[in-house]
């Protein structure tokens, strides 16, 4: 079974910082591509922040700057360090992993930027 779960989501104000992070059963966890995505209330969800087995990374331009994807394979770990926080970041966030065949997504967190 696979499982994916996140953490690190709360309130915080503007231009705060938060990390999320995302642990991740396998044990093949380093292959697989791993990446962040949110979802605001009434909005689709969203690609936010993309890191491959190589750690190439892709990032949603809103974020670019902002945001920075890791990931720690021998923890099966990803995160997500965000800074400068906006209240447009508002929203909650999945850890996702792509096997290709199928994804695998975690239960979410909840990021809320407000003063």
């Known amino acids: 079974q696979v499982q994916v779960v996140e953490s690190g989501g709360g309130l915080v104000q503007p231009g705060g910082s938060l990390r999320l992070s995302c642990a991740a059963s396998?044990?093949?966890?380093?292959?697989?591509?791993m990446a962040w995505y949110r979802q605001a209330p009434g909005k689709q969800r969203e690609l936010v922040a993309r890191?491959?087995?190589?750690?190439?990374?892709v990032y949603a331009d809103s974020v670019k700057g902002r945001f920075t994807i890791s990931r720690d394979n021998a923890k099966n770990m990803v995160s997500l360090q965000m800074n400068d926080l906006k209240p447009e970041d508002t929203a909650v966030y999945y850890c996702n992993q792509d096997r290709g065949f199928q994804d695998y997504w975690g239960q979410g967190t909840q990021v809320t930027v407000s003063s």
């Open positions: 890191i491959n087995s190589g750690g190439y990374t």
């Open positions: 396998g044990s093949i966890f380093s292959i697989y591509t």
